[in-house]
């Protein structure tokens, strides 16, 4: 298999993967809004906050592919492909996993704030725990890259 073409299989996971989860998980509490405004329409504002968390595992997905762009050459060593490919099962299951358990908190803490609970703050906390393993995801990525060879420009 030609190096470019692992080097773009990384690329896919790390973005396809991380996008679903993201679309995925915006979907799940966008649900949970519209149950909890048949309730507690005055909190729009709270559930908008809510449901926009799952969206940043996708957001590091695209950070992810511009940081890895760069290596994207014609002439990339297999070990740059196979490390780009690392660096894509990683991010993308990372992102793909933190986004959808991530939705399950806020969908919760939104259910709970449109049954008049004061949430959002706990909610917010606890939503941050699964984030934090798409932010590792991310780390990984960017040492990875910085730890790649510089790229062959011909």
Known sequence: ME????AYIGIALIT???FIGSSYGVTVCGNAV???MKKNPGALGTYIA???LPSSNGLYGFV??????PFLVPE??????????????????????????QAEVCANGIVGVGAGY????????????PELYS?????VTILISFNLPAPIVM
């Open 64 to 69: 992810a592919y511009f940081l890895l762009q």
């Open 16 to 18: 396809t993967l991380a």
């Open 3 to 6: 190096p470019i073409l692992v």
């Open 135 to 139: 932010i590792l995801a991310l780390l």
């Open 118 to 129: 004061n949430l959002f703050a706990a909610t917010m906390v606890m939503a941050v725990f």
């Open 34 to 36: 519209i149950g909890a």
């Open 76 to 101: 990339i060593p297999m070990f740059t492909a196979v490390a780009i490919l690392g660096a894509g099962i990683i991010l993308g299951f990372g992102g793909l996993y933190a986004s959808i358990r």
């Open 50 to 52: 809510l449901c926009a």
